[in-house]
Every structure is written in structure tokens, then in C-alpha cells.
């Protein structure tokens, strides 16, 4: 005989009790630092809007996500909040008459994926003095981007023993992978080099330093980095961010014959309907290049009529 869970009111928890618990479960379960800082992030805006939120769950959550028009601001917090109400369903800490997301769908992304030229990503990597370790570290740092597809917190996060320069590649352990699976990440020989020689550059007493940290062996911060990258998008005149290196990455292997397969194991993906975006741009290269080659117009009588017979 299976034994019914205690439905529980606890009326007198507040949103502060609510969100500490439910953290803990998340941290509990082993998620990220990053996606703990944006769970806590999303609740606290939340209930700082509506502090009733928690005796009005739905029509708060309702007004809440109202608030976002663009679909991939409306769905993050959809997909966090989700998880939120999810929790203190189970828990039995849910206080409202229907489920706050009932009948409500996530919007469709306007996938919208970063292209930048060639020439403009090389005239980025240009940008950082890499006659200092700082400049050379974020050189180092953009081109392992434009190289693996790597996201740009898993690559903050690699630690020494993580690269192996004899089998040119770099694990992205479990607790580092943004999906909790890790994986492996082959390297081009250009770029293994060059993280052995950032490595040469780190201090003998850095001994629990990442790749890429700074000057004193500290852990770079994300924000950190995204600066760094501002200021040199600024001087090259071209527009991107961290996170748009790795679009980058993406398209470049596909222009370059990685297969769907090989470019959704190498960027950790957990299925292919993330991968089948960068597809559909590279399909429209297809396209294009198809047609600039036009062998069937070489081909065809309409290009080239057979020679006229030459009456005798």
C-alpha cells in the first residue's frame, strides 16, 4: 500500500523561506554555480515585484511573464519559474487553486545566431597585447572559442589537469559541463600550443589556479572576461560577445565539413535541435554557393544551344 505525502499549508512561509529551501534542493542537486545565481536572480526579481506572489500564484506569475516580449527573455524565466512551481507542488508547500504555467506555452525563438566574418574575428584576435600574460591569456582564451565552441563559463573553469597536450584535447568535467555530461574537446595543434605556453606563464605557486585566470592566479569572473571582450570588439569595430564566439565556432565547423553529429558532441549539446539552427544557416551557404556555381547552367541547351546545321 503506497502511503499518501502530507498536503502541508504553511501559510506562514514568505517567499525568503520559499527560495532558500527550494536553492538548497537545487544545490542539493548538484547544479552549476551560474544557473544557482540565475534561479536566485529570477526569484528574488520576482517576489521583489510581487510579494503576494506565493497567495497568488498564477495570476502573478501571468503578470510577470507579461512583462516580456522577446522570446528568449520570456522563456528563460518561463523554464526557471516552471521548475520553481514544480518544486513547492511537490513539496506541498503550494498555496494557489490551479497551476500558475497552465495553458501557457514558451515562445518561439527568433533564433537569432551571431555571424561575424572572418576577417573581422581576425582582426579581433589582433586586438589583445599578447606581450603581457593578461593579453595573451584572453588571445589564448577567444581562439580555444572560435576553435571548440566551447561556452565561454565551462572554459573559465578548465583547470590544468583537464588539458592533455599529447592527445590535444580538453575534458569538460560533469560539474563544469552547463548540461552536467562531460565530454571531450579535440584541439587544433595552433591552439594546444598556445594554452602549454599560457600554462609556462602561470606562477610555480599558482597550484590550484584555472587555464585562464588572472594575474594572480585567482579564478577570472565572467563578467571579467565579457569586458575584455567589449574593449576588443570596440578597437577591431566588430560586434560580439564571448557567448557569440562560440556561434561563431559553430558555423565555421559546419562551413569546414565538422558533421551535425560530431559539431552537437564537440559543443554539448544534449540533442540536435539546438544544432539544427547553425544547419539552416549553413544550408543557405548551400544555397548560394549552388547557385554562384551554376553547373547546370553550364550544362543546360539554354546556356549553350548546339551549333546550327549548316545549310548546303
Known sequence: MCALPIRKEHRELQPADMMRSFLLYKSACGLAVRTMTDYRKILEHFFAAFPDALDFPRERTMEYLAGYSNPTSFNIRFAYLKVFWDWTTAEGYFRGERYPLDGIRKKRPRGRIVQVPESDLKRLLQQPKRSTFAGFRDFVLMSLQLDTAIRPGEALQIMPED??????????????????????????????????????????????????????????????YAGYVKKYAAAAKVKVTPYALRHCAAILMLRGGVSAFTLAAIMGHSDLSMTKRYLAITGKDTHREHSAAGVMRMLSDEEQPPARVRKV
Open 163 to 224: 588539458f592533455s597536450p599529447h592527445r590535444k584535447e580538453i575534458e569538460i568535467r560533469a560539474e563544469v559541463s552547463k548540461t552536467r555530461v562531460p565530454r571531450i574537446v579535440p584541439l587544433s595543434p595552433v591552439t594546444s600550443k598556445d594554452v602549454e605556453r599560457l600554462l609556462s606563464m602561470h606562477h610555480p605557486l599558482w597550484k590550484d589556479a584555472p587555464i585562464f585566470c588572472t594575474e594572480v592566479g585567482g579564478r577570472l569572473k565572467m563578467e571579467s
